[in-house]
């Protein structure tokens, strides 16, 4: 990887072979990002599912009656879903509904959704699971969100897991947690993290052959 | 499945290879019962294993010293369960100790309990994965609950994951959560979730095709 | 087993092949240590592994800021672990870093360290898993300890998961959680607890032989 | 008070006068209405202020930017305000702004308003009360709405304090909390509480007397 | 104060006057009773009054029916309190009901208790504060208990506050929170805590007169 | 005021006399400063005292043992406090221990401090009272903090109620809450915030005539 502006694709491929979410939030911290780690209340339906993909918003809130047109902008943001996105949803930390399922899981899939960041409960958790669509949330629950939750805006700044979202800010999501990279500083941020996992890798295989902290501590700046 | 009323354990049968907790909550939410799932915090010791039965409800509380006899109303609450029944333990929202384990579970399982839903904590948590009978808890300590909790009441309402339960209610559990089922609306609910599947099995075909949210919504109206 | 004192290695393996956490805090009900089982937010990394080992302590707390030299008293503490050990880390109940991860695992498990406890959150939890190091703790977040969390002290008393450990307490932790056998009281309570496993073989063995509860209660006494 | 039905300003006169909100909630224990009283974290600007009118509903959600017309709802809420009305404010738990303040304080009062129960963060909290406008609140903020709450919609059922709230069901709110009556009980509900504080009136004389509560509870049946 | 042994009149005298419950705490830490401070979330219902008395502690925990007598152990325990006795109320953390009121403020202070400690909500505030009888709880609910708290055992050891409490502890209550001071070591605590007070006094003074911290702890050794 | 720089002594002055937290969070909104606000668990002892000061910042953590020199950063702490700072003190959000008491607040106000900030517990609080000395603190307890807490670093970033605070940074505090304005933007905010007050003045006086909020926010667009 040289100097060069990578694509999307190429990117999302060099993050998913070499990286994980702690290099990516150390890099982030030389950088001065040091806020970038969702709440460690967002957990992975499966421990070994890596997310990557660009930031696709929804915001959705908790409501108590039936609106006229509950779904529509629910199925608009579900519909304009691109390849390479990720679902980000915020709920304003709602627990009374399943708001992401299996239907949305599906719809985003076959639009190229990368996989759904869930700062909320979610249902239809088996089907997921079987669909291969890899979600994060807080929790699980089996009712509708009709009459109990309404997407109210999309494609705007959300606040998910505290950390505020803006669309088209990288998400890198693995079984540490949830990491959003700024979309100004992806590029950087991956350059950066690919050169230092070589320098955890030294640290990691002196440590392996029996080598004092210390010692590798003051060799290689790594902890 | 005809108007007939089913007996409980061809009905048991139909919903373990029919429903999901999810299609069970949209049901009564169209029969006016909208809170009827448990809180998240009550999860399944092993995913993939589902809970249907009739509640055999049992009240404990934290306690700060041992009773004379304090096991006499728990192992007449655990001797009396009948096959078909489903354990519901309320215990005041416990985390000082291990009120269930694996004793009782051996006793309900003998008993011909399906399962148990504890509001609280469990402890033997492997021995009775191994015994094979399915729990859903809020999490684990393994001290005792002798000089720590009591049962003080059983076959009586309770509150278990913020939902009134009564004896026969019928509890439904999967990896999604709790639903309980009031036992008056119980063949009912039944009868139209199995119906409601086939619409959404319309649903998720149809955008498994790669048809827009909007276009499959319109047709069918479930999300 | 007989009234001789047992040294390190060999109490460890009758504890791991023979005991549980359950049947240890009952013994430690029996000789009065009643508050002795942390916390049920610790969990295991991995449900199927104990650990066993003598307590090597260390206090981290929050910072907000880079220090000069903000390893030292952490690469001595590691530095310093003795075969037959388990690093239990105190963090004032810190959610903003993960304070433990692979490269600490590394030097622990290479100096000979038995598993982590750590009353906070971890990171590179993939890799410790690979590693085969065990370790409980209360989460997972991606961003390092570097300018959020600072170890002061080590090898002094500390607090993990609501219990106070001593240095060279004996730490036990499988499924149900960790409990915590003061150092004098080590021998005595492993004793006990083996010959309290025999007794709860029998009660188990007549309950699967289908007898009422009360039954097997009255026979045995133990529940 | 005989059978006729009474308008809103006798009915309001007649119940800060008489009654307070636990005589009210047990009153509507008995005609069945069990969860009527707000969360105990919603708390009173002032101890001795009461509240008592029609609920005019507010819905608000946490949003995280700046919306181009930020207040259009919330002004045509305000402002459709009739004499009579109690603000009622839900926020979807927010913590992240002070909600309400001086200007909806001072805008709502001179609109009849006669109180606001808000389930959220306020401020200008010394004006308000210099303004003599009472306001139950769960806490304060000195942050602004703009670009961090956003009123969603009005006159609508939204949730507050747990409970679902009406427009137009009464709300009683004094030093013990905040109890809503729904708005087809309300003439009996008033009715049968009247009658109930002269029974505990008869209670507490006794008790001054210093009979037993055994005597006192075995003659009127209250406690 | 000389080392005979105080009856409860004067000790109580002695205590209202002389000390306050930091002082209390700091001597039972000396004396190895370091855990003796309730949580802080229970509060006076008015910062002025303080509470000395021997404890006489009630069982009540969460129900969700109504019981047949479902007053008898209330009302025997309050019927059976004695002179220079304090209620001290644990609920296994309800927050669902006002488990105590006005009634049973009247009753109790009839009986000659001193004043009520509630590790829970209660209510009929305005009426308490009237009657001047001094109650700590950890906050307000408009309900009853009836169908919702049950009384289950009282002149029992139960945990209020995280705290331990046997019949006949000494409770002593200020604007800082509860101090429960064991019954062996009543006289021995007060007797070194009017002791540390005048210490205390010496050191007050001369920060008063401007000298550094540094110098008075050197001195008097006291912070 | 002038563009001319202010002293801290006027500038103090002209803060208490004019401004109030609202207004200057506002105005730090304004500059894109949206994050100044502590969090609401941060509550004044008295409601109608205000501290306004530069931030003298300490950092405590919890222990579990005696240190050999428990104080000794305490009390060089205190000691080097000057007059016109506030003491603002991290805890690690801690509920073990009163942190801050009398012979504290004694000692900062002989030093010329105008108040404290404890994000965490404190105890003596009548005496604090009556010695006018102003503090915010979430809570209560009795308990010193020898044994408990230990100042490990002053004079350095700490977090408050979640805010990041540097030396020298200008805290205000109110009944509303505590606002911190990031010592480099202090005049300029302060300049700006005594304008908007302006501003509102004339808000307020035509909401009090009976305008609607409609008319009122087009003329003057503050809400």
């Not at 070499?18 to 030389?30: A, F, H, N, R």
């Not at 190229?112 to 291969?132: K, N």
């Not at 700024?182 to 029996?210: C, D, F, M, Y």
Request: with cysteine.
């Amino acid at each position: 990887m040289n100097g060069d502006k990578l694509g999307d694709d190429r990117l999302f491929e060099l993050m998913v072979q070499k990286l994980y979410s702690g290099v990516i939030c150390d890099t982030m911290d030389e950088l001065g990002y040091r806020n970038q780690a969702m709440n460690e209340r967002l957990r992975p339906l499966e421990n070994d599912k890596t997310i990557v993909g660009r930031a696709k918003t929804i915001l959705a809130v908790d409501v108590y009656y039936v609106h006229d047109n509950p779904y529509d902008l629910e199925i608009e943001a579900l519909d304009s879903i691109k390849p390479g996105e990720v679902a980000v949803v915020s709920t304003n930390r709602s627990s009374n509904n399943g708001i992401w399922g299996e239907l949305l899981s599906t719809a985003a899939h076959m639009r190229g959704a990368r996989g759904a960041i869930v700062d909320g409960l979610i249902r239809d958790t088996s089907r997921i699971v079987e669909l291969g669509f890899p979600v994060f949330c807080t929790g699980f629950k089996p009712v509708d969100s009709r009459g109990r939750g309404l997407v109210v805006d999309y494609d705007c700044p959300v606040e998910a897991g505290g950390i505020v979202v803006h669309p088209g800010d990288l998400v890198f999501a693995d079984r540490d947690g949830v990491a959003v990279i700024p979309s100004g500083i992806v590029q950087e941020t991956v350059r950066r993290a690919i050169e230092k996992v070589e320098r955890e890798n030294h640290t990691r295989k002196e440590l392996l052959e029996g080598k004092l902290l210390k010692e590798v501590y003051e060799k290689y700046g790594v902890l």
